[in-house]
């Protein structure tokens, strides 16, 4: 599976951005999505995460509330809409897939991964 992220860019605090992941090579229907995202000099962290139906996302605390993932499995893409956007929320985003359907926030269950595509928030 190869996983293409876009949508990301340079936005105001407060503002919102919607990032897409397109999947090509196969399906990713019967598959768990999640998103993550790694700032400067810090480790790749856990940002939300869907299971192959779209029931019970879930989300780290941090973006509780403000950030929405999603899944068209008829076009075999994942997003993730961010709301009330905060210069913390600053990183690069990738989008991963698991070889299985259940949800998991460890980066090391993830087989799949995206470039990456680079989210910065201006204060």
């Known amino acids: 599976v190869q996983l293409q992220a876009s949508g990301g860019g340079l936005v105001q605090a407060g503002g919102s951005l919607r990032l897409s992941c397109a999947a090509s090579?196969?399906?990713?229907?019967?598959?768990?999505m999640g998103w993550f995202r790694q700032a400067p000099g810090k480790v790749r962290d856990f940002v939300a995460a869907i299971s192959w139906s779209g029931g019970a996302p879930v989300y780290a605390d941090s973006v509780k509330g403000r950030f929405t993932i999603s899944r068209d499995n008829a076009k075999n893409s994942v997003y993730l809409q961010m709301n009330s956007l905060k210069p913390e929320d600053t990183a690069v985003y990738y989008c991963?897939?698991?070889?299985?359907?259940?949800?998991?926030?460890?980066?090391?269950?993830?087989?799949?991964w995206g470039q990456g595509t680079q989210v910065t928030v201006s204060s």
């Open positions: 991963a897939g698991r070889g299985a359907s259940v949800i998991t926030r460890a980066p090391n269950a993830y087989n799949y």
């Open positions: 090579g196969r399906s990713i229907s019967t598959t768990a």
